[in-house]
């Protein structure tokens, strides 16, 4: 069994910083792509910010120059770095893994999710 667990979630004001991170565990085989997807109330889940085992990242637009993603192969982990949040930023915000087990099987996992709230 494979889970994600998230942390470093929180209450921050307008122009603040929050660093997320999320960790993978379980029987692990290989760790494909990390990422992070957020839903705000009464939206749709949408994408944040990916990176591959090997490093590559990419970003939404609505984020591109103040958030920046990176993962620790050796813990399992990836994190998310935010600057200079803005209230639309408020959203929960979920850790995603496409993750191959020792079985071997091969699929998409997601985490329980973490609050991030901006005040004006």
């Keep these: 069994q494979v889970q994600l667990v998230e942390s470093g979630g929180g209450l921050v004001q307008a122009g603040g910083s929050l660093r997320l991170s ?16 957020r839903q705000a109330p009464g939206k749709q889940r949408e994408f944040v910010a990916a990176v591959a085992s090997a490093g590559s990242a990419n970003y939404a637009d609505s984020v591109k120059g103040r958030f920046t993603i990176s993962r620790d192969n050796a813990k399992n ?6 600057n200079s949040l803005k209230p639309e930023d408020t959203a929960v915000y979920y850790c995603n893994a496409i993750i191959t087990t020792n079985q071997p099987m091969s699929r998409n996992y997601w985490g329980q999710g973490t609050q991030v709230t901006v005040s004006s």
């Excluded at 999320?22 to 997807?37: L, P, V």
């Excluded at 982990?77 to 935010?82: H, I, K, N, P």
């Design 22 to 37: 999320c960790a993978a565990s379980g029987s692990i085989f290989s760790i494909n792509r990390m990422g992070w997807y």
């Design 77 to 82: 982990t990836v994190y998310l770095q935010m």
